[in-house]
């Protein structure tokens, strides 16, 4: 059980990241990933957010989703907005430096969609509640990790001297196209 | 907001505001879907049905939307549309649904769709916003469809499932490989961005002869 946890955890952080390998999480990720501080603060935010979330999506889907399964994709999406809407006023409430620090990428959370992939991911996958924190923490861990990894990069292609057409966002898909080949280097290590 | 004609509306999402290839919404589908031409008609079709669905509404509805919870109305209409386009892929194509799997589903948080209400339907006629809906719709549509086909035809040397260069063709496996969906939108970009260039060159060949240097970097 303890050894399959890891393995959950691990695969959702590299094996299978969810913004190089998978795709969620694009918009924050081309977004915010031109300075590594930013980087960071929005990467501890989407752990905050995730963990939460991946627990009120278990609660759901163990309750109200047995008898209605078609309300799935509404329900998850209301729970996503109200917990990013009830952690910004508590952060607000209880610290407001980060909140100030955080600033615009706090409410931007709710449309970013790896929170709502995971939600549905690991109500595809059956997990049970240890196993979905996991994959929750993994995922996040994944996703921070992808973004201060990007970030570094972007900030040193800002000093290099690259051909004045291919500035911007082409060279910054290109070096995500990179950085997504050398996570698919980890590919063998799980199952 | 200034005044704009029903063919402007119509075009705009088309081409110049391209949603993919110039405003870089929706880049989530567009990258994790295009693996081959099939699949990216089916998440554009569904996509545009959606959109074209949730802009309507919203725009009839507007009048009853209160101004603190429009965000939240948004998302529920366009949930409300995607639960109906997944529940009928799956019953009408079940093999592309099981393809695409959790992809249907996020389409509720495409930030492209989002974006059209917000920006478009929720202060315009019901008539205006559907012609953007489609043009929109409709850009989303080709952008998808460059992506499947490059990615395909490079990727599995096929288009559609045809074969198109015979049993010698290596096929460039990467391309269909996550990573190329990240370099392929990249080069995409490149390419538009000098096909733009040679365009405005062309259109101001005085401009270009005053400073010969820098047409020449």
Not at chain 1, 21 to 49: D, E, K, Q, W
Not at chain 2, 117 to 125: D, G, L
Request: hydrophobic share 55%; aromatic share 10%; with cysteine.
């Amino acid at each position: 059980m303890n050894q399959n946890v890891f393995w959950i955890l691990l695969s959702a952080m590299i094996i299978n990241n969810f913004t190089l390998m998978m795709f969620l999480g694009l918009c924050p990720f081309m977004g915010v990933s031109s300075r590594v501080g930013t980087a960071l603060r929005m990467g501890l935010a989407n752990i905050f957010v995730l963990t939460i979330t991946a627990i009120c999506a278990w609660a759901l889907h163990n309750s109200v989703l047995q008898y209605a399964p078609y309300l799935r994709l509404i329900s998850f999406i209301v729970v996503i907005a109200s917990m990013v809407q009830i952690t910004e006023m508590a952060i607000k409430k209880l610290s407001p430096t980060l909140f100030r620090q955080l600033g615009i990428f706090l409410p931007l959370i709710t449309t970013n969609c790896a929170i709502f992939g995971l939600a549905l991911f690991q109500t595809n996958k059956g997990y049970g509640f240890t196993q979905a924190l996991a994959y929750a923490l993994g995922a996040a861990a994944g996703f921070a990790l992808a973004l201060v990894l990007m970030a570094g990069v972007r900030e040193k292609l800002d000093l290099a001297d690259v051909p004045d057409i291919f500035k911007g966002t082409a060279a910054a898909l290109v070096v995500a196209g990179i950085l997504s080949m050398g996570f698919m280097g980890f590919a063998g290590l799980g199952r | 907001m200034k005044q704009t004609t029903p063919h402007a509306d119509l075009m705009r999402g088309i081409w110049r505001e391209n949603p993919v290839l110039i405003q870089l919404l929706g880049l989530c589908p567009a990258l994790a879907v295009t693996t081959s031409v099939e699949n990216a008609l089916a998440m554009g079709i569904a996509t545009f049905f959606v959109l074209l669905g949730s802009s309507v509404l919203v725009s009839s509805l507007k009048r009853f939307i209160p101004a603190e919870v429009r965000i939240s109305t948004y998302i529920l209409i366009i949930a409300t549309f995607v639960t109906v386009a997944d529940l009928s892929l799956e019953a009408l194509v079940p093999a592309i649904h099981k393809e695409l799997g959790a992809f249907i589903s996020l389409i509720v948080v495409n930030c492209m769709i989002l974006g059209r209400q917000e920006a478009f339907a929720s202060k315009r006629p019901v008539g205006r916003a559907a012609l953007d809906a489609v043009g929109t719709g409709i850009g989303f549509l080709i952008a998808m469809v460059m992506m499947g086909g490059f990615r395909e035809i490079l990727g599995n040397g096929t288009f559609l499932g045809f074969s198109l260069f015979g049993p010698n063709f290596e096929p460039w496996v990467v391309m269909i490989l996550p990573p190329g969906g990240f370099l392929m939108l990249g080069f995409l970009l490149l390419g538009l961005a000098w096909f733009e260039r040679r365009k405005a060159r062309a259109a101001k060949p005085e401009a270009d002869a005053a400073t010969p240097e820098r047409s020449a970097a």
